[in-house]
């Protein structure tokens, strides 16, 4: 894969459909890849979502798959150039942005969870994994996301006041659902809403004590 021609994005916009379903001879070649490519995740956060999927399908890989990886090789090869800028001259604030992909799995239809948190102009924890359950709601999928960054938002609050950093401003979180961003300020259950499990309205609980911003 040395001499392969780069791309600028791993993976294709919309996955509709797999290509082939044959299963790998030696699934120990493409296990070896995506665990490799677990390491580069820690410097490379671009890649987590992809990551996230082809790791999956560790125990029976398909040829698919492998294209998939082979791709991800092809992107790290385009952007090999790009790295996390860290820098000291930033604020301490805490923020956060965060996303899901609803439904995106095309086998079990479960959602994906993304986020990053930053400390100022530095990322620090950035994440990609599936949700537990099937969401029927997109807002269910969304806000779900929500609970979860505003749980590691919350966790590196304490973090920060142990080790004598305090959080002066209430942390933001960034989020591009409106529906979600309105349930965090007025919890008013209605039929969208009503089937969303009563722990996850700790965010309002949050925006309420003024710890956070949404």
């Not at 987590?48 to 040829?63: C, D, E, R």
Request: proline fraction near 5%; include cysteine; hydrophobic fraction near 40%.
């Amino acid at each position: 894969m040395v001499d392969c021609k780069p791309m600028s994005m791993p993976l294709e916009a919309k996955i509709m459909s797999l290509d082939s379903d044959v299963l790998l001879d030696d699934p120990s070649f493409y296990q070896g890849i995506v665990g490799t490519l677990q390491y580069l995740t820690l410097t490379q956060p671009s890649i987590s979502y992809i990551f996230n999927f082809v790791s999956q399908f560790m125990h029976a890989p398909t040829l698919s798959h492998l294209k998939m990886v082979r791709r991800i090789l092809q992107y790290i090869k385009g952007t090999i150039h790009l790295g996390l800028d860290l820098t000291s001259h930033t604020t301490l604030d805490l923020c956060a942005f965060s996303d899901s992909d609803w439904a995106g799995c095309s086998t079990t239809r479960q959602s994906t969870t993304g986020y990053v948190t930053f400390l100022g102009h530095n990322p620090i924890l950035w994440c990609a994994k599936k949700q537990n359950t099937v969401s029927p709601s997109s807002l269910e999928a969304k806000y779900r996301v929500m609970a979860h960054t505003t749980v590691e938002i919350t966790w590196l609050t304490f973090i920060l006041k142990d080790l004598g950093v305090p959080q002066t401003h209430p942390s933001m979180l960034f989020y591009d659902n409106i529906s979600a961003l309105l349930m965090t300020i007025n919890p008013v259950f209605h039929a969208r809403s009503k089937h969303i499990e009563l722990d996850y309205h700790f965010v309002p609980e949050k925006v309420a004590l003024d710890l956070l911003d949404t």
